[in-house]
């Protein structure tokens, strides 16, 4: 079987590391720089590379698009104009779905070609081929979208492809991951930007008072260093979600900030406790991988 | 010279484990509870103990009172009515402040008698002696508040005992510690719990979405696990500086919304990198301690 990753980044590496462990696979790397590919070949992380992903696409049954989403967006154009084998399955890495789902819809269903739009939330602050990790995947979240009735059919065949990964793959809608992606990870995202930037505002520069700050700090600023085009590009992706759950976050803002200004011990005290009980369950089925 | 630690909890008790590093010092250990004693002598954590405060602390050179915050001030009304050494040094180990403030000035500062409040942002979620760890305050912030002109200036006899901690120690008001804990540790708790409680709401019980979060949803909701009954006390117990920076807090919020609603990348972008630029800054000073 033939496997085409293209985009040998972080993520891609990483899924080209697991499947190595699959003997019946033969991995082509593609990508754009020529010392990536040079490197894949070298540590024998791929059989084969080509910085032409036209040239190996005809052959191929598994087609892995793990590049920045603008430029996935211009390779599903690009692959519905291929001969591409008609049993080929097209998957993709990237954060934000909707507008690779409707590129999809556009180019890629009208032609018979099975597309299955993949979200793994795995990864570190690490970018490049040198960062591919064996593992990075396993445990970890991973959503696949169908994009049609035949996509939805053969999500048990790329299942069995990535399994190597150790990923929890789970099936789920575009609008579904949406929402579900702005409440924990868009959402949580802004308002760590916005604690940063309020604590900034409130007390001067960072450098100075992160002398004062303890882990509680630390951790819920953690993802306010994240990059800042990328998050642009993701809150901007997934709008209508975002609003609706800063919408629900304001409202459970709301009830502690009454709370204490009620001095309303009671009520901050059920408040609370809801939240630890909730925090605590969070981690149940999966406690080992904390 | 003899150190009274009262209250052989984590952080008495962590506190008597540095102290014993400095053979000038006798530590004599009071808790209510017999086994926490018995302990404390078997592993000689201390040179002496005893159930009974009153018995130990007028030949005491500083009385540490690391107990919780209620029972601090009855101490502290208990030790203004006891013959102790005119050069005492009496410190806490509370985290909220104003109350045990208002009890020095009532109890202890008409007789004379040096109180400097004490703040150590140190400690895990364990408790009792034997959670006793030696090194647990190296490089915490330890804030001292000396309670008047006279407390000031012996702020320094204080700091040289308690160096063997290899605490960061910063002296500043009440005023001020109220307002800066506000900001680094009593607001990202009222996040952390608001975030838990909205996504509850949004999603449905945590045991089942608890598959799909990834580390940042787990950084920002860690502290939301906190104990109900400490955390209803400190907020009730600060919450004019509270709802001060939750109103800074809303605002930040706002500016995000607003670009989101707006599809204002440019904004977004300002924003974020705002965030990324002071969280990046954070930790310079001390990033090997992070």
């Given amino acids: 079987m033939n496997v085409v990753i293209v985009g040998l980044g972080e993520m891609g590496a990483s899924l080209a590391c697991d499947l190595r462990k699959n003997p019946q696979i033969k991995l082509i790397g593609v990508d754009r720089d020529v010392a990536s590919l040079a490197y894949a070949r070298k540590t024998s992380l791929v059989d084969q590379t080509s ?4 040239e190996v696409a005809t052959q191929a049954d598994l087609i892995i698009l793990a590049t920045p989403v603008e430029s996935i967006e211009q390779m599903i154009e690009q692959l519905g104009q291929l001969d591409l084998k008609t049993t080929v399955i097209i998957t993709d890495a990237g954060s934000t779905k909707r507008a690779i789902m409707a590129q999809a819809q556009q180019f890629l269903l009208p032609k018979g070609i099975t597309f299955i739009g ?12 040198q960062a591919a990790q064996m ?8 959503f696949l979208m169908p994009a049609d009735e035949q996509a939805a059919s053969r999500v048990d065949n790329l299942k069995v492809i990535l399994a190597p990964t150790g990923a929890n793959f789970i099936t789920m809608s575009v609008d579904e991951h949406d929402d579900l992606m702005a409440v924990v990870s868009d959402n949580p995202h802004v308002i760590a930007f916005a604690l940063m930037n309020s604590s900034v505002n409130d007390l001067g520069k960072s450098q100075d008072f992160g002398q ?16 800042p085009q990328l998050w642009s590009d993701i809150l901007l992706s997934n709008q209508g979600a975002i609003l609706n759950n800063l919408t629900s976050f304001r409202q459970a803002l709301d009830q502690f900030q009454r709370a204490i200004e009620d001095s309303d011990e009671e009520t901050l005290l ?15 089925k999966r406690e080992n991988n904390d």
């Avoid at 910085?51 to 036209?54: F, I, K, P, T, Y």
């Avoid at 993949?118 to 081929?129: D, F, I, N, Q, Y």
């Avoid at 004062?212 to 990059?227: H, L």
């Fill in 270 to 284: 059920q408040l609370i406790s809801r939240a630890q009980i909730s925090r605590q369950n969070l981690l149940i």
């Fill in 51 to 54: 910085q032409d992903l036209a």
């Fill in 135 to 142: 593992g990075m995947y396993r445990h970890a979240p991973y």
């Fill in 212 to 227: 004062y700050v303890a882990g509680g700090f630390k951790d819920m600023t953690r993802i306010a260093a994240s990059d």
């Fill in 118 to 129: 993949g979200h793994a939330m795995a990864g570190s602050h690490l970018a490049g081929v």
